[in-house]
């Protein structure tokens, strides 16, 4: 007799099913998003080390004893058992050597890797970046190094790709873990604060400019400071602030972050728009083209994008554009 | 201050100390495992094997130490903190070390120190040092670094045909991007000297977004010799945009201080500013 299908209970019913039959311990994870965060954060933990060295002590020991025990054996016997005791102390450093050259292979494998990240984001290939990022923090790091860099560079995907809140998650997580040096913490904070605008998290911008003024900053991280300051002059209305901030930064914006001086012409030009004084806009809007395309720039900074339109940009050569 | 000549005379002196350290511990390892058996029958061959590897480990732990005496001074030659660097680097190359790759590395580092200090042909001079020893495995890595730096010094120091050599050797190379950089710095900077224009103008868009990832000198400076390039093929154009460019990064002045050929791109340099004024 043919069994009615009954669209609730028949075998069709794939909900159905699905509740019906408990899930198998087997059963493959649930599907993440791409630079699922929280997951990356806790699945890139390094494991810890096997402890190799005591493995190797051990061994010495355990043979040595051996060889003291036999070494009451006379003659010939006695000539054998040092031989052996001998071969085996060779093959234990031996094994110790090969599995430390394996080790060292592994994490030079990920540090190239790391480091081919980097040129990536150079070169301003995002998504391969992205991609190579997902990967690898996906499993284990061997080193927390490795792992601490991989961050640094998901950060600043994340930002790329304007998701600032998880760019903040990945920056706060990394300076918790107090495991970078004072140089590269002063960037990642600069990078927090910049994120905190773009999330007009502006109080707690606020207060992170101000922390970053006290530690005194030099040199182009004085440089990313004067930007970070700048950008928060413009967010906050404050043209005037900016325009007198601008005059005196320029010199060491020049000088240290090269083609992203643009970010500040482009910035400056906003905030000569606000006040109306359209000519030393237009100015400076034609120098922030020149080093970086407009779009990009209304990219980083969407109130740029007033500009478009108003003011014309430099035009590069056809094969540049 | 390290002078050339006594830096290169110790590196080669504790190589070779250094090799034949390594060379009677291989021996006093194979000694250990035969000869107990045979000539004293009260040692153990494991204690005595024992005995060498404990010698080994402490060596290699004081090399490990010795490499990171010097591993600041990269970071400490680019803040401009010459003195702290020289210091550092002297005190690597007056250390012992079981590791080659070490001491080539604190000879390279002088090399640098010496580069920024611009006593470019003492530089070239210490380059070629590293390069003429046996690098292996573990320093091979410097071996790129080590030739841009001597094309880099040559070209400073005025030996045209010495970078063309250095940079020869390059040419074909799996190079990583900051070194892509420097070659191409390099490159632009030798090409112009000896005039070959069109070759410079090719491929100039790759060369420019190049150009963009450098330091704001290097990046100012390859885009003006490019804008030279442009002008001399008649692409006015072109050469009006990077020369543009380049004033922006840099005051053309200093520009044409470091290269009189970009005089010019900008025949009153000197005078004025190109960069618009802010008020």
């Given at each position: 007799m043919a069994v009615p299908f009954n669209?609730?209970?028949?075998?069709?019913?794939a909900g159905f099913v699905s509740q019906a039959v408990p899930p198998s311990p087997a059963a493959p994870p649930a599907p993440r998003g791409f630079l699922d965060v929280p997951y990356l954060l806790s699945a890139s933990e390094p494991r810890r080390p096997v402890p190799r060295l005591w493995f190797f002590l051990g061994g010495m020991l355990l043979v040595m004893a051996s060889s003291a025990a036999f070494?009451?054996?006379?003659?010939s016997g006695r000539l054998a058992v040092e031989i052996f005791s001998g071969m085996l102390m060779a093959g234990l450093m031996a094994a110790v050597v090969a599995a430390s050259a394996a080790a060292v292979r592994r994490v030079r494998a990920q540090q190239e890797l790391i480091e081919g990240v980097g040129e990536l984001l150079q070169l301003r290939r995002w998504a391969e970046a992205a991609g190579q990022l997902d990967r690898f923090l996906s499993a284990p790091a061997r080193t927390a190094g490795l792992r601490v860099q991989g961050l640094i560079y998901l950060g600043a995907v994340l930002a790329r790709y304007q998701r600032f809140g998880d760019a903040l998650t990945v920056y706060e997580h990394v300076l918790a873990a107090d495991a970078v040096d004072a140089g590269t913490a002063y960037g990642l904070r600069l990078g927090r604060a910049m994120a905190m605008l773009r999330e007009d998290h502006l109080v707690d911008a606020d207060r992170a400019i101000s922390e970053l003024k006290r530690a005194g900053p030099t040199g182009t991280a004085a440089a990313g400071l004067a930007l970070v300051e700048l950008y928060r002059d413009v967010k906050t209305g404050h043209a005037d602030d900016a325009v007198t901030r601008f005059a005196k930064v320029l010199p060491i914006v020049r000088q240290h972050l090269g083609h992203r001086a643009s970010d500040a012409w482009g910035l400056v030009a906003r905030a000569y728009d606000v006040l109306g004084r359209t000519a030393d806009a237009a100015a400076a809007y034609r120098t922030a083209t020149l080093l970086a395309p407009a779009v990009e720039l209304s990219r980083r900074y969407?109130?740029?994008?007033?500009?478009e339109g108003r003011y014309e940009p430099t035009y590069a050569p056809p094969e540049a554009a | 201050m390290l002078s050339t000549a006594s830096a290169i005379s110790r590196l080669r002196r504790d190589l070779t100390l250094g090799a034949l350290v390594k060379g009677l511990l291989v021996l006093a390892a194979v000694a250990a495992l035969v000869l107990p058996p045979m000539l004293?029958?009260?040692?153990h061959s494991a204690a005595a094997l024992m005995g060498v590897g404990v010698v080994w480990l402490a060596l290699t732990y004081n090399s490990a130490k010795t490499s990171r005496l010097s591993a600041d001074s990269p970071a400490l030659i680019a803040a401009g903190e010459y003195d702290r660097a020289e210091a550092q680097i002297a005190a690597a190359l007056g250390t012992f070390s079981l590791f080659r790759a070490v001491k080539l590395q604190a000879l390279h580092h002088l090399a640098l120190l010496r580069y920024g200090q611009k006593r470019y042909e003492d530089a070239a001079t210490l380059s070629r040092a590293v390069l003429n020893q046996r690098l292996g495995t573990a320093a091979a890595p410097l071996a790129k670094p080590a030739r841009l730096l001597l094309a880099d010094s040559m070209l400073e120091a005025g030996d045209v045909r010495g970078a063309y050599d250095a940079l020869r050797e390059l040419a074909g190379q799996r190079l990583s991007l900051p070194e892509v950089l420097k070659l191409l710095a390099a490159q632009v900077d030798y090409e112009s000297r000896v005039g070959a224009w069109d070759r410079l103008t090719h491929e100039a868009m790759t060369k420019v977004q190049l150009a963009e990832l450098m330091s704001t000198p290097a990046a100012a400076r390859t885009q003006a010799l490019l804008a030279v390039a442009f002008r001399r093929t008649n692409r006015s154009d072109f050469a009006d945009w990077l020369a543009a460019r380049a004033a922006a990064l840099v005051d053309p002045a200093a520009l044409v201080a470091e290269r009189p050929l970009l005089a010019e791109l900008w025949p009153a340099a000197g005078a004025r500013s190109v960069v618009p004024s802010i008020t």
């Open positions: 669209p609730l209970f028949g075998p069709y019913n070494s009451g054996v006379a003659g969407p109130e740029l994008l007033k500009l | 004293a029958p009260q040692v």
